[in-house]
């Protein structure tokens, strides 16, 4: 279906917009691979450059994503997480819409506090937990959460959030405390686990939670797919 010319409209721009109909058409779906670039230009009757600054142009708009030796894909849709909806974790804030959410447990390590120990209130320890956290079916981020070792759950399988298995075991309430936001390039290790390429653009999310009597009991790091993440909070006026 070769294009026809369109007064005032660049050749690329028609085409960054009938990939983008057929998008809202479901004729091509999220995750699906679309045709290489030379299939592109045959298809469309333009040239093969056209047709990359036509991909850049949907790249921008967050329709595609291209992994560079791979090739482009129709993005996932972006995921919107309320950061003040009063729960300790995204996967309950997620599982509670109705969502799947998982988690693949990485590792589980005993850690020295040192001086600058973050649980002034607790002796003996930390645990840091490491994961990939899947949002149906897809990973989202990977994370790591340093607990007391007398909170830790040892036992813990990435069912729930570590933080439901905590609370499940002792009996806390688990509130978020602080939270930073940055931004970051996958490093080739993160890629893998995300799917992404490398130096794709990840939010970095770093903080700490209390429990209901004001104690530190938790720092978090989190590197979430920047492609999949949108974080709203609500400003009281």
Known sequence: MPLSKQAGLAL???V???LSARVSRAELVPGERLAPEASLA??????????????EELVRA?????????GSFVALPMMRHRIDDGEASLSESMAHRGLAVHHKVLAVTAQDTGAENPF????????????????????WSIGEVLLPASLAPLDWDGETSVFAALSAQHGLEVKRAERTFSA???NSEQAG????????????LRGFNTDQHGRVIATVAHHIRGDRAEYVVRVSQ
Do not use: C
């Open 16 to 18: 960054a917009e009938d």
């Open 120 to 139: 002034p209130e607790f002796s003996g320890g930390a645990v840091k937990f490491g994961f990939v956290r899947y949002l149906e079916g897809e990973p």
């Open 12 to 14: 690329y721009r028609q």
């Open 62 to 70: 967050g329709m595609v994503r291209t992994e560079h030796g791979v």
């Open 42 to 55: 045959q298809l469309y009757g333009v040239n093969r450059l056209t047709i990359r600054r036509a991909l």
């Open 184 to 186: 970051h390039p996958a």
């Open 193 to 204: 686990w995300l799917k992404v390429a490398v130096g794709s653009a990840l939010l970095e």
